[in-house]
């Protein structure tokens, strides 16, 4: 990894009275430009680390850094890099979008250069900015809050459950403005608990739990390491043991249909079926989902 990462913590701890810690000794790097999924179930640490990392929590032990800059010592130039929507996202409900936006925007040290696009992306109208936020639904305040904090284009995204209260097509065009920011070189620090976004989204995941770092890895890397189901259909008897790999596992043959499971990379497999000219192969695709539930219920509470 690079010199200066987008978001390094180190040794990073959390704790309150007596209690179990919140955090214990995480160490995690962002790279710049990266997408990073943060997963864990409730309690997990994630907005406990989130929080550490924008300077809101002392942290009890460790250091945060946001591109070079000391969250403790350097608050204010950490923070012109990012843009941050909070899980619990709060508003002056007795204001207008358009004002509340312009209030933010003149808090930040970067110009709003993203809010036309964002506006447009996220279909907020002027007629929409011109109403109080008390009279939005939960999705336009949801909106309204994403765009507060894009609106500038920062460097480092950091959401927390940014998706919440938005219907599934605009769940769909905010993650294309994020893949589209990504791709431009940001970086984008995703916590979710739906994990077929960060599957879509992200390039590695870390995971969290009772505030420890369970594992960071690349997306390709779990999903490779997950059981797929393959189904084969043959157009005449075939011995399974001409095609046999490494991996294979409980194969069971219904007349011209082989079932069986596969773990790890399944090129070889496809290499060893291609001389049996097979009509039709079904290989079920491996889902992070499936990975996350495996590694939380296989490790025990």
């Known amino acids: 990894m690079g010199a200066v990462a987008a978001i390094r913590a180190s040794g990073l701890g959390k704790s309150y009275g007596s209690g179990p810690p919140a955090l214990a000794d995480v160490d995690l790097e962002v790279e710049p430009g990266e997408r990073l999924g943060f997963l864990g179930p409730n309690g997990a640490g994630k907005t406990t680390f989130i929080r550490c990392a924008l300077g809101i929590l002392r942290p009890t032990t460790g250091s945060v850094e946001v591109l070079g800059h000391d969250v403790a010592t ?3 130039a950490a923070l012109a890099q990012v843009g941050y929507v909070p899980g619990d996202l709060g508003m002056i ?3 207008s979008g ?3 936006l312009d209030a933010l925007a003149r808090l930040h040290p970067r110009p709003p250069v993203l809010r036309d696009r964002l506006l447009t992306a996220l279909d907020l109208s002027q007629a929409d900015l011109g109403k109080r936020i008390r009279d939005y639904s939960t999705g336009m305040r949801q909106k309204l809050g994403l765009v507060a904090a894009l609106q500038h284009d920062p460097p480092v995204i950091i959401l927390d459950e940014p998706t919440a209260g938005l219907d599934p097509v605009m ?3 905010f993650l294309q403005v994020l893949d589209e920011r990504a791709r431009e070189g940001r970086t984008v620090f995703f916590s979710s608990h ?5 599957d879509e989204l992200c390039d590695r995941v870390a995971m969290v739990r009772g505030g420890r770092l369970l594992l960071v890895r690349d997306v390709d ?3 490779r390491a997950r059981m797929r189901t393959v189904e084969v259909l043959f157009d005449g008897d075939v011995d399974p043991a001409t095609y046999r790999v490494d991996g294979m596992g409980d194969v069971r043959v219904e007349g ?8 790890g990379d ?3 497999l496809l290499t060893g079926l291609g001389p049996l000219s097979p009509r039709d192969i079904t290989i079920e695709a491996a889902r992070l989902e499936d990975v996350f539930r495996s590694l939380y219920l296989g490790d025990g509470d």
């Open 93 to 95: 409900r007795q204001v």
């Open 256 to 263: 011209h249909v082989h079932h069986f499971t596969l773990s």
């Open 98 to 100: 358009r004002r509340m």
């Open 171 to 173: 769940q769909a065009r």
């Open 221 to 223: 890397e779990l999903r």
């Open 74 to 76: 350097d608050r204010l």
């Open 194 to 198: 739906v994990l077929g976004e960060v």
């Open 266 to 268: 399944p090129g070889p």
